[in-house]
T-cell receptor, first 116, second 114 residues
Framework: EAGVAQSPRYKIIEKRQSVAFWCNPI?????LYWYQQILGQGPKLLIQ????????DSQLPKDRFSAERLKGVDSTLKIQPAKLEDSAVYLC??????????????FGEGSWLTVV | AQTVTQSQPEMSVQEAETVTLSCTYD???????LFWYKQPPSRQMILVIR??????QNATENRFSVNFQKAAKSFSLKISDSQLGDAAMYFC???????????FGTGTRLTIIP
């Protein structure tokens, strides 16, 4: 079974530029998550989708971050304009259905962003 | 709100020895799930072991086992016969039964000494 796929793996941009990350979850997984992990910290949830609807985006900085999952499968996370403090690893994850709390959440390898 | 605390930023163990990583948590839910994830330098979060709060029996997965103390809200991970490949960051995580999001601790960096 294929895992969660993310691209690009690495990205370096200047502040005020834009960047987009792509994620393809495990086949059949209805729930998709984007996490931000700053160096030395645990991952923090940015946004959670159930199919193509948003379940939780309370910690997403909406003035600069946006995310979509138009067809309920793959998803894109965009940052515009980027700030130095956005340097982090962006982890995409998926699970069968978030309404069953015991379902395991599987993570991709992450997209490393450095803002200079 | 739910919180997860890992008080050991770094731990080290001799190869083939046993090490225990600590985790405490807080939640108002009666039904919840606890997880330990391993994060190697590649940064992918890999599930090591999970525990359902309603189960009294401690979970085990090969060399990995947990000591789940529900009353004390403690969830430690024991790694037996440590191997070089066990070196990584280990994160404790909690998910409440009320569809709460997965909340992570700050992690423990485990070093294996050959």
């Amino acid at each position: 079974e294929a895992g969660v796929a993310q691209s690009p793996r690495y990205k370096i941009i200047e502040k005020r530029q834009s960047v987009a990350f792509w994620c393809n979850p495990i086949s059949g997984h209805a729930t998709l998550y984007w996490y931000q992990q700053i160096l030395g910290q645990g991952p923090k949830l940015l946004i959670q989708f159930q199919n193509n609807g948003v379940v939780d985006d309370s910690q997403l900085p909406k003035d600069r971050f946006s995310a979509e999952r138009l067809k309920g499968v793959d998803s894109t996370l965009k940052i515009q304009p980027a700030k130095l403090e956005d340097s982090a690893v962006y982890l995409c994850a998926s699970s069968l259905d978030y309404t069953a709390s015991g379902n395991t959440i599987y993570f991709g390898e992450g997209s490393w962003l450095t803002v200079v | 709100a739910q919180t997860v605390t890992q008080s050991q930023p770094e731990m080290s163990v001799q190869e083939a020895e046993t090490v225990t990583l600590s985790c405490t948590y807080d939640t108002s839910e009666s039904d919840y799930y606890l997880f330990w994830y391993k994060q190697p330098p590649s940064r992918q979060m890999i599930l090591v072991i999970r525990q359902e709060a309603y189960k009294q029996q401690n979970a085990t997965e090969n060399r990995f086992s947990v000591n789940f103390q529900k009353a004390a809200k403690s969830f430690s991970l024991k790694i037996s016969d440590s191997q070089l490949g066990d070196a990584a960051m280990y994160f404790c995580a909690l998910r409440g039964g009320g569809n709460e999001k997965l909340t992570f601790g700050t992690g423990t960096r485990l070093t294996i000494i050959p």
